[in-house]
């Protein structure tokens, strides 16, 4: 890979970190831990305590989902500085830029994705 391309999705990775981070600050009303979010949102009284449940759980499920996206991010920018990016995890083969910027923390190529996924589902 270039260091004009490299160049290009750090700096795509560096924003899309940014911007989950700033919606994990959003969701959590500003600075604040996850423990302090997660013991407030426990607390809550509703009159509709299904409704309260399943909104605290799909809370949760998206903290979740965003910060698995940031760990997904920093092993991208890690590879990036080691100079692996762009290089399948499982094989060894270059990954296509396009899959790359549809998904720059793309780890596999489309072949070693499908057989994970495959197997993962069986």
Same mark, same amino acid.
């Given at each position: 890979?270039?260091? #004009?391309?490299?160049?290009?999705? +750090?700096? +795509?990775?560096? #924003?899309?970190?940014?911007?989950?981070?700033?919606?994990?600050? @959003?969701?959590?009303?500003? @600075?604040?831990?996850?423990?302090?979010?997660?013991?407030?949102?426990?607390?809550?009284?509703?009159?509709?305590?299904?409704?309260?449940?399943?909104?605290?759980?799909?809370?949760?499920?998206?903290?979740?989902?965003?910060?698995?996206?940031?760990?997904?991010?920093?092993? #991208?920018? +890690?590879?990036?500085?080691?100079?692996?990016?762009? %290089?399948?995890?499982?094989?060894?083969?270059?990954?296509?830029?396009?899959?790359?910027?549809?998904?720059?923390?793309?780890?596999?190529?489309? #072949?070693?994705?499908?057989? %994970?996924?495959?197997?993962?589902?069986?």
């Amino acid at each position: 890979m270039t260091a #004009a391309l490299s160049d290009t999705f +750090q700096a +795509q990775l560096v #924003a899309l970190r940014a911007e989950a981070l700033a919606q994990l600050r @959003a969701r959590r009303g500003g @600075a604040r831990s996850r423990v302090e979010s997660a013991a407030d949102a426990l607390s809550e009284v509703s009159d509709d305590q299904a409704s309260a449940d399943t909104e605290r759980d799909l809370a949760f499920a998206l903290e979740e989902r965003e910060s698995a996206e940031l760990v997904a991010i920093d092993a #991208a920018l +890690q590879r990036i500085a080691d100079g692996s990016y762009g %290089l399948c995890v499982d094989c060894g083969v270059a990954i296509p830029t396009a899959r790359l910027h549809a998904s720059p923390t793309a780890m596999r190529c489309v #072949a070693c994705q499908d057989k %994970l996924e495959r197997a993962r589902y069986a």
